[in-house]
């Protein structure tokens, strides 16, 4: 089974070993955002700020300049719009953020035509959109390491009162935890994660690595220490299988048509979150219901 | 936990002095004034809606009053006031958040503190102590969002004391709890301020639960409040000039009962006086 | 071009009245879900050689029948965000092994002015038009289910057909709309000419006139700007739907506060 996984070469191109590195480093740090993401209830804003990260993206390669300066400064003049607008806690469902996003959609599709006319470049669209592992520059590769350090630290350092914040934030005022800083924070700190997951996975499809190992992690485990953990350990499955599958399918056909990283990431995604979701109904299935009975000692009148 | 400040019965802890406070240009309360000594199990009685609420973000630090000042030990309050603890009244929560009860008290040591920390054997050991004084090891690692309202309430209480404060501030712990479970909540609370030198101010709109282990009682209506003992301040002359109209003041088998007068205008009715309620 | 003007005006209407309802219903969800579902069928059938509103409309159907089968149970965001997403990868995964990638893909995602050829045109405008008679036909029935679900089924309407019928007209509709301004902006066209409109007005009728007048407005402009500026008409419906929005929600405000100086 290995050896039909392991196409010949797999390991010898380097490319590939760059893009499993940096696929690696991406997974660990879009599962640790991710993880306060869905805590927080925010999927919905991470969402948003990959639609920004796109036109950000997409301008930066008009622009002629690299993508990730692209996807990170778009999601982070997203963050502070939002932050500024207050759309932090709003859901999916609301119509106007969604209409406003439009805007940045269709930005992106101005700038994705004007690069695609202006020069000679081939496969923008698809390398903003969908991922550009494979054509990851080396020069990339220091950049996005210490950009997720400068994530992953971050988290670190404001990590219990995030917590805290995202488990009450009436507790969390009452201890004196800056809410709207912690706040503000975590959006530019996910809007740069979302950025990195860009260039591996696309700004359109980064959500998925981005919620997707997480709530699978957290349909199964009951600590948040254990929910951490097992994110980023299904999100590096994702991400390295993804890799290792988009290589092989090169030599599928005979014509020699790979098909994208993205999508094997996204489908690994979803499998994961299907079968997660599967365990959890079956786990709730077997575990009778318990009943609580208080027994209420009445004391004799007043004590 | 400062020695200087050692429980001492009878040194004051927090005075409230000369407080009124507006939201949005809205008089809530004027001329607040009030303290709470060490060790004291002090109780803000008041109807839905009379400021008890915000009486507390004042004292926590969260809503700037008008005019006057809050101050702990002598001194002007800060945010992160490491003597106050406080227990909401109810957490509004996921019930698929991946917190045990047990993490939530943990979060009570460091939830605030930023920067790399790890926690140690005696924070741990703290937290199992903590859980234990309220009872509340059977379900110390099912998620916090499982828990009944009772259970909840405990887990709150210990992750509020668990950082060791000398003020316990409750908001309306009593108010979806059958009779039995309050006053569960209330010997648990009585016992557990005498263990750990806590004093608890708790906010209620019945104030009959806790009339056996009241010190102090600090009663707001219409804006204005009046503190002391239960029999200094639960007479008609003091809630009258409280309320602003007359009231009467009924004792039966140890229980008070507040009514309001044959002659009350201005509208007030039942629903204005939730202590009307017979037990 | 004509065929533009005459696909353009249809998929206005379309996505004027049927946004209308999808605003009133809260079915953001839906309206994001199917256009994505459409380009995948799109994609699958450009890779596999057939007429593309087969694709378009077959995947479009699909996705809303499926929809509306989990809609009973509790709906997840981030259910929804995977799903969403997954289908996208699917159509890029399709289009990646057509040997026609860049334009296709660009045309899909962002809209095409001649995404309709005049193969198409006929059953476009049959489609087009079976459509608005539907809608015409279920109007009162689903403004009742939409603001009163249990009024309405008190009175003997069945909410699960009108909703299914629903859907179905919503995915007809997207497969129309989306060879025209793209996945991405469809959700744009069928929700910012009637959010908006619904800042102007309450009043159902009235609403939905000024939305599909509004959705009528900003397709001719996209149209015309798209081939004025040869610039890709996507662009303009998510600028022109942004503004306006953001246009309704200014023009309302003021009216409110007029009327708050009226009163006091």
Known sequence: MLRWLLEPGLFANPSVRTALVVGAVVAVVSAVAGIFTVLRGQSFAGHALTDVATAGGAGASLAGVAPLVGFIGGGVVGAGAMDVIGVQRVKGRDIATGVVLGAATGLAALFLYLSTTHSSATGTTQSILFGSIFTVQSSTVPEVAVLSAVVLLTLAAIGRPLLLSSVSPELASARGVHLRTIGLTFMVVLAVSVGLSAIVIGSILSTALLIGPPASALKLVRRFGAGVTLAIGLGLVATLLGIVLAYDSYYWSSSHRGLPVSFFVVVVVVAEFVLSSLIFRWRRARVPVVVHVVVADHPEGWH | MTLEHMSEEGSELLRVEDIDVAIDGREILTDVNFRIDHGEFTGLIGANGSGKTTLFRVILGLQSPVRGRVTVHGEALSRSNRSIGYVPQKLLLDPDMPIRARDLVALGIDGNRYGFTRRTRADHLAVDEMLSAVDALAFADRKVGGLSGGEQQRVLIAHALVSRPELLLLDEPLANLDPGSAQEIISLLHQVARQQHVAIFLSAHEMNPLLPVMDRVVYVANGHVASGTTEEVVRPDVLSALYGHHVDVLRVHGRVLVVTGPESDEGSTRADHPELVVE | ?264
């Not at chain 3, 989306?178 to 619904?198: D, E, H, K, N």
Request: net charge positive; hydrophobic share 60%.
């Open chain 3, 1 to 264: 071009m004509t065929n533009a003007w005459i696909s353009g005006t249809i998929v206005a209407v379309l996505a004027g009245a049927v946004g209308f309802f999808v605003v009133l219903r809260g079915a953001s969800f839906p309206a994001h879900a199917i256009p994505n579902g459409a380009f995948a069928g799109a994609a699958g059938a450009n890779l596999l050689g057939i007429n593309p509103l087969f694709g378009l409309v077959s995947f479009a159907v699909m996705a809303a029948l499926g929809i509306g089968v989990t809609s009973r149970r509790t709906r997840n965001d981030v259910a929804t965000a995977l799903s969403l997403v997954l289908m996208l990868a699917l159509g890029a995964a399709f289009l990646t092994l057509s040997t026609q990638y860049e334009p296709a893909i660009n045309a899909l995602l962002f809209g095409e002015i001649l995404g309709v050829s005049s193969s198409e045109i006929l059953p476009v405008v049959v489609l087009g038009v079976c459509c608005i008679v539907a809608l015409v036909v279920l109007f009162r029935p689903l403004v009742f289910t939409s603001v009163t679900p249990e009024l309405a089924e008190a009175r003997g309407l069945n909410n699960t057909l009108i909703e299914t019928l629903f859907l179905v007209v919503l995915a007809l509709s997207t497969a129309l709309t989306v060879p025209v301004v793209g996945a991405l902006l469809t959700f744009s066209l069928m929700i910012g000419p009637p959010a908006a409109a619904r800042l102007m007005s309450s009043r159902p009728s009235r609403a939905i006139a000024l939305s599909i007048g509004l959705a009528l407005l900003t397709v001719w402009l996209s149209i015309a700007g798209s081939y004025t500026f040869n610039l890709p008409i996507g662009f303009f419906v998510g600028t022109l739907g942004a503004v306006l929005f953001l246009g309704a929600r200014l023009w309302g405000s003021r009216r409110a506060r007029s009327l708050r100086l009226v009163i006091a």
